[in-house]
């Protein structure tokens, strides 16, 4: 409706329709959906998310849902793209800009390592929805496909760190750099799971970033 002219009585702008309900912008709804699933998934001790409590969360229908989601799967799937995305959009940039820093070759395998296992628990830290998905509490029940994809998350970080400790061991003239390397790698990832694990069931009490420069000190 046009608004109310300065001339118009107060009867006529008091009776003034409201104005229409904004209708989301495409690809919208669907980026709301997803945050409204990451912060439910924040709160501790939180019990398996329905697509009923999203949706009342959300003050609209399941409907609604899913005419943007084929299935709660699909919600899921939608968080694990943004984890993948963001950790490793970041990982590549800590392996491909240290890369071409030449003038520390010794260490630059051991501070990549550290880096990446650094990027994963800070993410998760300021992240709780999206640290307990990684840990796999909030898959519980749900689509084991979900699972899976989240260990493949882990398979690439720890493959990521296997081939940054590989070139440290070279660089200590390890006799079996590839072996340590895999060991390595293994004693990182394993240790970055039990402190996202810790963090995700002590209600994110636990801060995953904990002593962590300390810690990584003794592995590394």
């Not at 003038?103 to 880096?115: E, H, L, M």
């Not at 640290?131 to 998350?153: C, I, K, S, T």
Request: charged share 25%; glycine share 4%.
């Amino acid at each position: 409706m046009p608004a109310a002219s300065v001339g118009d009585s107060d009867a006529s702008s008091t009776t003034a329709s409201p104005a229409p309900r904004k209708r989301p912008k495409p690809g919208e709804r669907r980026e709301q959906i997803l945050q409204a699933l990451a912060t439910m998934l924040e709160k501790p001790g939180a019990e398996r998310i329905t697509t009923a409590s999203l949706a009342a969360h959300l003050l609209v229908s399941e409907a609604a849902l899913y005419r943007h989601f084929a299935s709660k799967a699909q919600m899921f799937e939608g968080l694990i793209d943004f984890v993948e995305q963001s950790v490793f959009s970041l990982v590549q940039q800590i392996v491909g800009r240290d890369a071409l820093n030449t003038d520390q070759p010794a260490c630059d395998g051991a501070r990549q390592a550290a880096r990446v296992i650094a990027l994963v628990l800070q993410f998760a830290e300021r992240n709780p929805g999206m640290a307990r998905v990684m840990v796999g509490d909030a898959l519980v029940f749900e689509h084991e496909r979900l699972q899976q994809r989240m260990n493949q998350f882990f398979d690439r970080i720890e493959s990521t760190l296997r081939q940054c400790l590989r070139a440290a061991a070279d660089a200590r003239g390890s006799d079996k750099p590839t072996v340590d390397a895999q060991i390595a790698a293994s004693v990182l990832t394993s240790f970055a799971l039990g402190r996202l694990q810790r963090f995700s069931r002590s209600g994110f009490r636990r801060l995953p970033t904990e002593h962590l420069e300390q810690s990584l000190a003794l592995m590394i």
